[in-house]
């Protein structure tokens, strides 16, 4: 929440050791509170006593719930500047509202699971005056804040849409 609110440079500020600044170039590995997705590597003996995924996750934020729950389970997350990949960012998922509205549905459980009351209320509400506040630039914003505003709501995932052709 204190990164949302605050931005991310005053967390590294108060806190830097679990916050590492994005701008030093690493050499040792380097804890971290999370990996993205792209490259992600998880040991099979951690990633099973954590139960693996939490499937309330459909297309986002399951890799900061991943590494709070190995967190939670005496596991660290690490950086390895060694390695080596190239992610094609976006290339997964196509930008529309519904996408849109997935990353908020899971952006919203991930607060209500690891978070106050109070704390995902102004989480919230945040986020509704942000996407609010855009509503001129692209209607689509509007409806992200109204989509918020009434709570995010699970059951209007993509999962509950998905169909199996034959």
């Known amino acids: 929440l204190g990164s949302k609110l605050l931005g991310h440079g005053f967390v590294r500020l108060l806190n830097p050791d679990s916050y590492p600044s994005t701008r030093q170039v690493y050499t040792e590995p380097t804890r971290v509170p999370f ?15 954590i139960g693996g995924f939490d499937i309330a996750h459909f297309l986002y934020v399951e890799e900061e719930d ?25 290339q997964s998922t196509v930008k529309n509202f519904d996408v849109a509205k997935e990353y908020y549905i899971s952006l919203f459980f991930y607060f209500r699971k690891y978070h106050s009351w109070l704390a995902c209320a102004l989480f919230r509400a945040y986020y509704f005056m942000k996407l ?10 509007g409806r992200l804040a ?16 998905q169909t199996i052709k034959n």
């Open 146 to 161: 109204w989509f918020i505003g009434r709570g995010s709501p699970m059951r209007e995932s993509l999962r509950y849409k």
């Open 132 to 141: 609010g506040r855009k509503f001129r630039r692209d209607s689509m914003y």
């Open 66 to 90: 991943l590494g709070k729950r190995l967190l939670n389970a005496g596991f660290y997350t690490y950086l390895v500047p060694q390695a080596e990949y190239i992610h094609f960012t976006g």
């Open 35 to 49: 990996v993205m997705g792209s490259t992600l590597f998880v040991r099979v003996s951690a990633f099973n006593k």
